[in-house]
């Protein structure tokens, strides 16, 4: 027997109909696909996700350097000459003791930053190929080493 409550909308007749009507559900095998679809998921995003995070610190490590590049430039405009290795990057942001007539900053708005992976940035003046350089030691802080551990250079 069938009674209809609402238009459209057909009610089961008996009790252990409307009972079972109420009590739906997730059975535990079902919980449990769930979870494994989603771990799956996870293992597969999860190594390329971090793969990208490793590439943006690279990215931030090179464009860190750039702005290095244009502040010792404009460092040199005014002094006339690029910070020694002594004065180091530094001297972008204090005036050292052999340009405090004709230096005009500091040149960065924030400091000097520490690489993204939390390593000071190497310089040296003169640099191997050019007049300065600026060195990342990468993941690992120590000089050489491959991929994320390789060093990132202003040459």
Same mark, same amino acid.
């Given at each position: 027997?069938?009674?209809?409550? +609402? ?6 007749? +008996? ?11 997730? $059975? ?13 998921? #996870?293992?597969?995003?999860?190594? =390329?996700?971090? #793969? ?31 910070? $020694? ?15 405090? #007539? =004709? ?15 939390? +390593? ?18 990468? =993941? ?5 080493? $491959?991929?994320? +551990? ?6």
């Amino acid at each position: 027997m069938i009674s209809a409550t +609402n238009a459209g909308h057909v009610a089961p007749a +008996n009790a252990h109909e409307r009972t079972r009507a109420c009590q739906r559900g997730f $059975t535990l095998l079902e919980l449990l696909v769930v979870i494994v679809i989603i771990g799956l998921l #996870a293992a597969y995003v999860g190594p =390329k996700y971090f #793969a990208q995070l490793g590439k943006s610190e690279v990215t931030i490590a090179k464009a860190q350097i750039e702005g290095f590049e244009k502040s010792l430039d404009t460092y040199r405009l005014d002094v006339g000459r690029y910070p $020694t290795t002594e004065e180091g990057l530094s001297a972008l942001m204090v005036a050292p003791p052999t340009a405090t #007539a =004709k230096w005009n900053g500091p040149y960065m708005k924030k400091g000097i930053p520490p690489d993204p992976w939390g +390593n000071p940035y190497v310089y040296r003046s003169p640099g191997t190929t050019a007049e300065y350089e600026i060195v990342s030691t990468g =993941k690992d802080g120590q000089p050489g080493g $491959t991929a994320e +551990n390789a060093d990132i250079s202003s040459q």
